[in-house]
């Protein structure tokens, strides 16, 4: 989860001390396996605007989170593709 402009120096070592949190992870998991849920509303409840996976993913991510509602595809570049959340968050 990135906020505001970005990640910055030390950010890695805030979020060591702050711990990971559980019901985001698994938000995250049941995105990524298509597991049928409104992942856009509970995304958009962690204030999530847009996904981004990096080079390198599996193919069948962005195939997923093409299928996924509330998701919609703004760009893909060098093996990355963004996705934006279509709800209030």
Do not use: C, I
Not at 41 to 52: K, N, S, T
């Amino acid at each position: 989860l990135v906020r505001g402009s970005g990640a910055r120096m030390g950010d890695a070592e805030t979020a060591a001390v702050d711990g990971g949190n559980g019901t985001l992870d698994k938000v995250v998991a049941n995105l990524v396996a298509g597991s049928g849920a409104d992942q856009a509303d509970q995304l958009g409840g962690f204030a999530v605007r847009y996904v981004m996976v990096h080079r390198g993913a599996p193919r069948e991510v962005a195939r997923v989170l093409d299928a996924t509602p509330g998701l919609s595809r703004l760009s893909q570049q060098a093996g990355g593709a963004l996705w934006r959340v279509d709800r209030e968050v």
